[in-house]
């Protein structure tokens, strides 16, 4: 039988990085920051950063550099939390130094969670394929 609990526990159990966040617009609408509102112990895992200390705290706060980089993290949740949706990447995080898989998904207009994979040695090993397959291209010319 199901039950909010039951899910709660799903959640905080997984081996994927889980976290929810409000989203934070500017006066024009646009999304400036967002906050974390909930978080299981592997995101906490995943990212390096103590739950307890960042929980309702803004990402720009936690993640200093986050909005500056070559990936919108910021608008890319925005229009997720804005059309209700659900998106899959893959990206890499400066702030982390680290290459996740995420799924982000909206259950409330101004909402979302966020489901992370840690794929940055799956990216390092075929970074390192393409080179010796290049290495080799040369070899053979």
């Known amino acids: 039988m199901y039950s909010k609990a039951n899910h709660s526990l799903l959640l905080q159990n997984m081996p994927d990085a ?11 609408g646009k999304p400036v920051d967002y906050i974390l509102l909930e ?5 906490g895992e995943m990212t390096g950063l103590n739950i307890n200390s960042i929980i309702g705290k803004r990402v720009t706060e ?3 550099g986050i909005e500056t980089g070559s ?13 209700v949706e659900t998106i899959t990447f893959e990206q890499y ?3 982390l130094d680290r290459w996740y898989k995420v799924v982000a998904f909206s259950d409330k207009k101004g909402y979302f ?7 940055t040695e799956k990216i390092k090993s075929e ?13 053979l010319k």
């Open 18 to 28: 889980y976290a929810y966040h409000q989203i934070i617009r500017n006066e024009l």
């Open 39 to 43: 978080a299981n112990q592997s995101f």
């Open 62 to 64: 936690v993640l200093p």
């Open 71 to 83: 990936f919108d993290w910021i608008e890319t949740f925005g229009e997720v939390a804005t059309n």
């Open 93 to 95: 995080s400066g702030p």
């Open 113 to 119: 969670a966020t489901i992370f994979q840690n794929i």
């Open 127 to 139: 970074q390192n394929m393409r080179k010796i397959i290049e290495a080799s291209e040369q070899f």
